[in-house]
């Protein structure tokens, strides 16, 4: 499957912004689908993933209660709403897909989006 993540942008502090993660290729409901980001001179970092159903979702810490992820199968689209943004969520954004179950490190990942990048200003 291959993935093209997008809706990145400049925002202020306690802004919104909604990324979406389009997919093409083999089906993508068979594919859980996780976020993950990566601010200069540090390391990617897990931020949400989902299930291939939808029905299950695992969130890291430092945004669990601000941002939500979410899919549309029939749109073969994986989608991060992300509320209240922080100077600190600045980074590049990735989406990726899985075979397995909500994993939390990137190398449970086989297939990368290009990333977007999501800029917060205080």
């Known amino acids: 499957v291959q993935l093209q993540a997008s809706g990145g942008g400049l925002v202020q502090a306690g802004g919104s912004l909604r990324l979406s993660c389009a997919a093409s290729?083999?089906?993508?409901?068979?594919?859980?689908m996780g976020w993950f980001r990566q601010a200069p001179g540090k390391e990617r970092e897990f931020v949400a993933a989902?299930?291939?159903?939808?029905?299950?979702?695992r969130y890291a810490d430092s945004v669990n209660g601000r941002f939500t992820v979410s899919r549309d199968n029939a749109k073969d689209t994986a989608y991060l709403q992300m509320n209240n943004l922080k100077p600190e969520d600045t980074a590049i954004y990735y989406c990726?897909?899985?075979?397995?179950?909500?994993?939390?490190?990137?190398?449970?990942?086989?297939?990368w989006g290009q990333g977007t990048l999501v800029t917060v200003s205080s």
């Open positions: 990726a897909a899985s075979s397995l179950v909500l994993p939390t490190l990137p190398e449970r990942y086989r297939n």
């Open positions: 989902i299930t291939r159903n939808g029905d299950n979702t």
């Open positions: 290729g083999r089906a993508f409901s068979r594919y859980g």
